[in-house]
């Protein structure tokens, strides 16, 4: 199976933008869809977005619809997530996930995913 280490947090101000990355070593990467999650402190850790294998479907949540954008580039096994208009109530963790199946991200099935990176702290503040 694969390992995954994200990159790419940090400190911003309100409005700007951050670019995330999750690398993945070993495994099949391209059988995997790939998913976004944060946990803010004190919190549950949420679902934020999906990629399917191939790269052309992608499901993100309502709160960040219009706002961050999911893509991935299978011959560098890496899936990034954009990140605009950045608010202090996005200051999380964050956290890519594989998992076979495309529809357990969508279900928000969180036990059902046994793969997940170390996260990056993504921090919104002026």
């Known amino acids: 199976q694969v390992q995954l280490v994200e990159s790419g947090g940090g400190l911003v101000q309100p409005g700007e933008s951050l670019k995330l990355s999750c690398v993945a070593s070993?495994?099949?990467?391209?059988?995997?869809?790939m998913g976004w999650f944060r946990q803010a402190p004190g919190k549950e850790r949420e679902f934020v977005g999906v990629?399917?294998?191939?790269?052309?479907?992608?499901y993100l949540e309502d709160s960040v619809k219009g706002r961050f954008t999911i893509s991935r580039d299978n011959a560098k096994r890496t899936v990034y997530l954009q990140m605009n208009s950045l608010k202090p109530e996005d200051t999380a963790v964050y956290y890519c996930?594989?998992?076979?199946?495309?529809?357990?991200?969508?279900?928000?099935?969180?036990?059902?995913?046994?793969?997940w990176g170390q996260g990056t702290l993504v921090t919104v503040s002026s």
């Open positions: 070993g495994g099949t990467f391209i059988s995997y869809s």
């Open positions: 990629i399917n294998w191939g790269g052309d479907s992608t």
């Open positions: 996930a594989a998992h076979h199946d495309y529809f357990t991200f969508i279900r928000r099935w969180i036990t059902h995913l046994e793969i």
